[in-house]
Antibody, heavy 123, light 108 residues
């Protein structure tokens, strides 16, 4: 059974940093790209970042987070991370990690999602 | 950036009725469009990918159609458990990957 478990969400002051983790199990982690999607309170879904598989290590970011967020993955721990720096109030959201539908990076639809972790940026 | 516009914003129907949800893209996305269902307090769930392919375990009452810029998600006979917000998402023109604003489905 595929499982994705996010952690690391917290209350942080503007300008602060936070690292989110997403522990994956139940599939061949190295073969699949992973993505982060966020949802501000009462709002819709917003793509944040994606990282492809072990055969193609490219990373991609939304303009709203480029230069502030960094996505990475640890294949030995089956975990993907989102390092968030210079946080702003508008980064307040539930952050979901999700698995790409197909191996590699050819299909950027997401078939499994974690339960999400809440990041609140406020003084 | 490819903007996805969903309509209507809210759909209120009786159980057993047919629900038709629309997603329009600002430029062609070929068939590379997915639909997700998000129930209150839950993560999104993939329903349809590449316009018309049902994801694993999705009931047959959910179907998708369309290509280019106009897409439709149809729920053939609405069940009470279908109350949710439905989002479309394109993967043709990225980055960025984009989602529509969502359609809320309610039961009368």
């Amino acid at each position: 059974e595929v499982q994705l478990m996010e952690s690391g969400g917290d209350l942080v002051q503007p300008g602060g940093s936070l690292r989110l983790s997403c522990a994956a199990s139940g599939f061949t982690f190295s073969s699949y790209g992973m993505t982060w999607v966020r949802q501000a309170p009462g709002k819709g879904l917003e793509w944040v970042s994606s990282i492809l598989s072990s055969t193609d290590s490219r990373t991609f970011y939304a303009d709203s987070v480029k230069g502030r967020f960094t996505v990475s993955r640890d294949y030995s721990k089956n975990t993907v991370y989102l390092q968030m720096n210079s946080l702003r109030a508008e980064d307040t959201a539930i952050y979901y990690c999700a698995k790409l539908l197909s191996p590699g990076g050819s299909n950027m639809h997401f078939d499994y999602w974690g339960q999400g972790t809440l990041v609140t940026v406020s003084s | 950036e490819t903007v996805l516009t969903q309509s209507p914003a809210t759909l209120s129907l009786s159980p057993g009725e047919r629900a038709t949800l629309s997603c329009r893209a600002s430029q062609s996305v070929d068939i590379y469009l997915a639909w997700y269902q998000q129930k209150p307090g839950q993560a999104p769930r993939l329903l349809i990918y590449d316009a018309s392919n049902r994801a694993t375990g999705i009931p047959a009452r959910f179907s998708g159609s369309g290509s280019g810029t106009d897409f439709t998600l149809t729920i053939s006979s609405l069940e009470p458990e279908d109350v949710a917000v439905y989002y479309c998402q394109q993967r043709k023109n990225w980055p960025p990957l984009t989602f529509g604003g969502g359609t809320r489905v309610e039961i009368k």
